[in-house]
């Protein structure tokens, strides 16, 4: 039968992971790559490529030992009588005879294989394997036969082997989530997974938890550093390594600026400037009033938009509104009250109903009282809050 007809007979019967084994007959091996590489995957040329030269690398020297005929281990540990595996990985175990004077017509393995792996059974081959992908770890000992006939008949060779294979690598477990920050508009936040398992690779994305459309460039520690934010913001990573995946839960960044950050931003990091009582404009109102207000600190401020008139019988108050938006109040909103007095002292101002607690957006508001002959004092009250 032709060469090439008889390796596609071997590709109909054996798996693609025991076809890699056959290149590594002495002589043919440069040529079965080329006809082999049609019954594997891509995947596996790499490996192909890489045993056949160990291969015919190694066939040459076990050669020049004349007179003594042994069984030898080629790959994945060269000469050695320990062949090291892994759970849950492929194993690619090919040992050969040499300095027999016949060539071996069959093989046999005497003993326990860890469960997953074959024997690939050559004939008319001074080359044999063992092939799979071990399931359980343990030290596993087999014996290795080569015989001069067919159907393990007439004299035979014997080596002894132990494959030892280790526990395969766990999944990722996820022991500490990112947690959840609020932070201002000028800090850096971190976040931090803790995980265990072995060989992780990291990634951290900007969303939801599972959203990978946006990835963080360069983020693939386990730990995130998150500049300036002008808005709330979420994040997660993945973590993956040989043996799975696992997702973060969605860490939250809350940004809520206070007067601080806000000072920050308009006056910068000059103490002298940025403190609450400080007028630099020389307007009559403190920084501080500025910022609970939304006024400039650096520009002189007129306030056209409050009016105080005496309409007949009634008594008129309007004001606009401002929403706290812009640099330093992010995460914030205004608010604003109106509260009325007999006598102005301290505990007497009582706040009018209808007219408390009114958030802020640009909106005018108007108060229409009568005018009787108590006297009557008002008073409009503005505070920044968080938002509701």
Do not use: C
């Not at 693609?16 to 995947?43: D, W």
């Not at 030290?139 to 004299?155: D, E, L, P, Q």
């Not at 004001?319 to 604003?336: H, I, N, Q, S, W």
């Not at 101002?349 to 909106?363: A, D, L, S, Y």
């Amino acid at each position: 039968m032709p060469k090439k007809n008889k390796i596609s007979f071997y590709g109909k019967h054996l798996p693609k992971a025991g076809l890699t084994s056959l290149l590594l007959n002495k002589g043919a091996a440069t040529h079965f790559i080329t006809y082999e590489s049609h019954f594997v995957g891509s995947a596996a040329i790499t490996q192909i490529v890489k045993w056949s030269s160990v291969a015919v690398a190694g066939l040459g020297t076990y050669d020049a030992v004349s007179g003594a005929t042994q069984i030898t281990q080629i790959a994945p540990s060269s000469g050695s009588s320990t062949v090291p595996a892994k759970a849950g990985e492929l194993l690619n175990l090919v040992y050969q005879i040499t300095g027999a004077p016949h060539r071996a017509r069959s093989w046999a393995v005497i003993g326990e294989l860890p469960e997953g792996l074959n024997h690939l059974n050559s004939t008319n081959s001074n080359t044999d394997g063992i092939t799979g992908t071990p399931t359980q770890p343990g030290n596993y000992t087999i014996r290795v036969r080569a015989y001069k006939g067919s159907n393990n008949n007439g004299y035979n060779y014997t080596k002894t082997f132990t494959i030892e294979v280790a526990p395969g690598s766990e999944p990722p477990i996820i022991s500490t989530q990112p947690s959840n920050v609020t932070m201002t508009s000028v800090n850096e936040a971190s976040l931090q997974v803790g995980v265990s398992g072995n060989g992780m690779k990291y990634q951290w994305y900007k969303g939801e938890s599972g959203n990978t459309s946006n990835p963080v460039p360069g983020a693939n520690n386990d730990s995130l550093k998150v500049e300036e934010l002008k808005a709330d913001s979420n994040y997660w990573v993945q973590i993956s390594n040989d043996s799975g995946t696992v997702n973060s839960q969605t860490a939250k960044i809350k940004i809520v600026d206070n007067y601080a950050s806000w000072a920050e931003q308009q006056l910068g990091n000059n103490p002298e400037l940025s403190a609450p009582e400080k007028d630099n404009d020389g307007d009559g109102l403190t920084n501080e009033f500025e910022y609970l207000i939304g006024s400039s600190p650096v520009e002189q401020s007129l306030d056209s938009d409050t009016e105080i008139l005496i309409e007949g019988s009634k008594i008129e108050l309007s004001f606009m509104t401002k929403a706290a938006e812009g640099d330093g109040y992010a995460g914030l909103e205004r608010v604003y009250s109106i509260e009325e007095s007999n006598d102005i002292s301290k505990d007497s101002w009582k706040g009018v109903p209808e007219f408390q607690n009114i958030i802020g957006n640009g909106q005018k508001i108007s108060l229409s009282k009568p005018i009787n002959d108590a006297k009557k004092y008002y008073r409009l009250k503005v505070n920044i809050r968080e938002k509701s």
